[in-house]
């Protein structure tokens, strides 16, 4: 079992539909987590940190429910220009060490 | 100009060949990572680095070294490559001060090729 699981998509819907996406973490011990995005053949950029009180960065909100192990991300009023891929990251630090894993991604493609 | 920077940032050789992929930031983080990218599998870690003198293997090392120059210098070798080292990969930093936050800052990616 992948330490973070995604699913993979793609995700296709139309501007201006809500869009919800989950993550799951085996690790019980993780520390911090993340929703990055990827668009095409760029580099992972951070989209937003996901905290446990839940947080909201205009059409985007992260959710992170520590029991059952997952966290969300919902954008609403989706635009063609969320058209990404969006990576759930999950991370354990040490004194001595750092993991930081990725989910493979979840694609998602908005039609006009 | 980037603030990680990666070069080559495309590459194709042939099997059996020495390969560097070098990256350097201006950051100033303490931090660093080399990251590979396979379709399906997303980001796989191959090494990271806390400082100068500090060199950690990921989940995927085998076939790769590494070699941190400098704090801002952190370079990865194939020294000898196979084609299934065909991958985009990812040099990233992260500061010493957010190491509780895990926010990472991404090089522009360097795309490999291995016949």
């Known amino acids: 079992r992948k330490e973070v699981e995604q699913d993979p998509g793609p995700f296709n819907v139309p501007e201006g539909a809500t869009v919800a996406f989950n993550c799951t973490y085996s690790n019980s011990a993780s520390q911090s987590f993340f929703w990055y995005r990827q668009d095409c053949r760029k580099e992972p950029k951070l989209l937003m940190s996901?905290?446990?009180s839940g947080n909201e960065d205009g059409r985007f909100t992260a959710q992170l429910n520590r029991a059952s192990q997952y966290i969300s991300l919902l954008i609403r009023d989706s635009k063609l220009s969320d058209s990404a891929t969006y990576l759930c990251?999950?991370?354990?630090?040490?004194?001595?060490?750092?993991?930081?894993?990725f989910g493979s991604g979840t694609r998602l493609s908005i039609r006009p | 100009d980037a603030d990680v920077t990666q070069t080559p940032r495309n590459r194709i050789t042939k099997t059996g060949k020495r390969i560097m992929l070098e990256c350097s930031q201006t950051?100033?983080?303490?931090?660093m990572y080399w990251y590979r990218q396979d379709p399906g599998l997303g980001l796989r870690l191959i090494y990271y680095?806390?400082?100068?003198?500090?060199?950690n293997k990921g989940e995927i090392s085998d076939g790769y070294s590494v070699s941190r120059q400098a704090q801002a210098k952190f370079s990865l070798s194939l020294e000898s490559a196979i084609p299934n080292q065909t991958a985009l990969y990812f040099c990233?930093?992260?500061?010493?001060?957010?190491?509780?936050?895990?926010?990472?800052?991404f090089g522009e990616g360097s795309r490999l090729t291995v016949l």
């Open positions: 680095s806390f400082d100068v003198k500090d060199i």
């Open positions: 996901v905290y446990s």
């Open positions: 950051k100033g983080h303490d931090r």
């Open positions: 990251v999950v991370t354990a630090f040490s004194s001595s060490a750092s993991k930081i894993i």
């Open positions: 990233a930093t992260s500061d010493r001060g957010r190491q509780n936050t895990g926010e990472l800052f």
